[in-house]
């Protein structure tokens, strides 16, 4: 079984400041990893994902997330925050497999103070 | 247009009534999923299907019915809606290569 626990439902910081929202998995097998992002009254849009190789990863808006298989992590940072920045942000983690069942965490809220 | 589309958007309803909520994708993708949000919970899977002939329960599948009518159209059903059904719901699709699921804009749904 698979699992995703983000540590925070909701993070706020000042505009320019780091933002770090974690998430830590369980997985039987090698993951595939997974951050999205949802803004008010939209759907799910993906930020980043890892599945094999590099285990830092890049994605949009100028985010990031490294892999620590040692510690079961998958963080996702950003150097500064911008107003656009406040949404919901939502931490999965699929199996490497065919199945490809996907789980997600409970999200963690981000707000943005100017 | 939208990749994935889900109607309605916003839908009212009273206990008991059945409600169908559609779903639409121009992905191509075989593989469809129905989600539901609650705060706090996250995204729980109800259903999902990875064909037209392949139908699979999710992890809170009571309650809900689904039909795969064409691999682009996946529709769910809530055959006697109750109050603790009332979420958001969201339609999505992925395909085998690229992992990752494209979702619809969801579906607010009321049960009154």
């Known amino acids: 079984a698979q699992s995703v626990t983000q540590l925070g439902s909701h993070v706020s910081v000042s505009e320019g400041a780091l933002v770090l929202l974690r998430c830590n998995y369980s997985s039987s097998v090698p993951p595939y990893l997974f951050w999205y992002v949802q803004y008010p009254n939209q759907g799910l849009q993906l930020l980043l994902k890892y599945t094999t190789g590099a285990t830092l990863v890049k994605g949009i808006n100028g985010f990031e997330a490294e892999f620590k298989k040692s510690e079961t992590s998958f963080h996702l940072t950003k150097p500064s925050a911008h107003m656009s920045d406040a949404a919901e942000y939502f931490c999965a983690v699929s199996d490497s497999g065919g199945y490809q069942k996907v789980t997600f965490g409970t999200g963690t809220k981000l707000q943005v103070i100017p | 247009d939208a990749d994935v589309t889900q109607t309605p958007r916003n839908r009212i309803t009273k206990t008991g009534k059945r409600i169908m909520l559609e779903c639409s994708q121009t992905?191509?993708?075989?593989?469809m999923y129905w989600y539901r949000q609650d705060p706090g919970l996250g995204l729980r899977l109800i259903y999902y299907?990875?064909?037209?002939?392949?139908?699979n329960k999710g992890e809170i599948s009571d309650g809900y019915s689904v039909s795969r009518q064409a691999q682009a159209k996946f529709s769910l059903s809530l055959e006697s809606a109750i109050p603790n059904q009332t979420a958001l719901y969201f339609c999505?699709?992925?395909?085998?290569?690229?992992?990752?699921?494209?979702f619809g804009p969801g579906t607010r749904l009321t049960v009154l």
């Open positions: 999505a699709t992925s395909d085998i290569e690229q992992r990752e699921q494209f």
């Open positions: 992905k191509g993708h075989d593989r």
């Open positions: 299907s990875f064909d037209v002939k392949d139908i």
